[in-house]
């Protein structure tokens, strides 16, 4: 079965950091070009990050460029997105999804989620 899981959501101060993993079954991820997505609450899905199939490319939405790092472990099959100097805008449902584009056409596998709460 085709599945993606995400976890490591919570709460987390403003400035403080968490990092989010992505666990692959079913399908070998590094043969997908894997992205984070997330929708805040009561707010259109906005592309995060994402990472071409052999890694030699990385991209990120502006709004977290210099705070998030996207990774992966082809070892684990496990996609990774650190997140450090997290603002309350960062508030989202998290997901993520392999396709065969940076961005957030194309996407063919999603993952059920994991809620980032950012708040003192």
């Known amino acids: 079965q085709v599945q993606l899981v995400e976890s490591g959501g919570g709460l987390a101060q403003p400035g403080g950091s968490l990092r989010l993993s992505c666990a692959a079954s079913g399908f070998t991820f590094s043969s997908y070009t894997m992205n984070w997505a997330r929708q805040a609450p009561g707010k259109g899905l906005e592309w995060v990050s994402g990472i071409l199939r052999d890694g030699s490319e990385i991209h990120y939405a502006d709004s977290v460029k210099g705070r998030f790092t996207i990774s992966g472990d082809n070892a684990k099959n496990t996609l990774y997105l650190q997140m450090n100097s997290l603002k309350p805008e960062d508030t989202a449902l998290y997901y993520c999804?392999?396709?065969?584009?940076?961005?957030?056409?194309?996407?063919?596998?999603w993952g059920q989620g994991t809620l980032v709460t950012v708040s003192s």
């Open positions: 999804a392999a396709g065969t584009v940076v961005g957030l056409g194309d996407l063919e596998v």
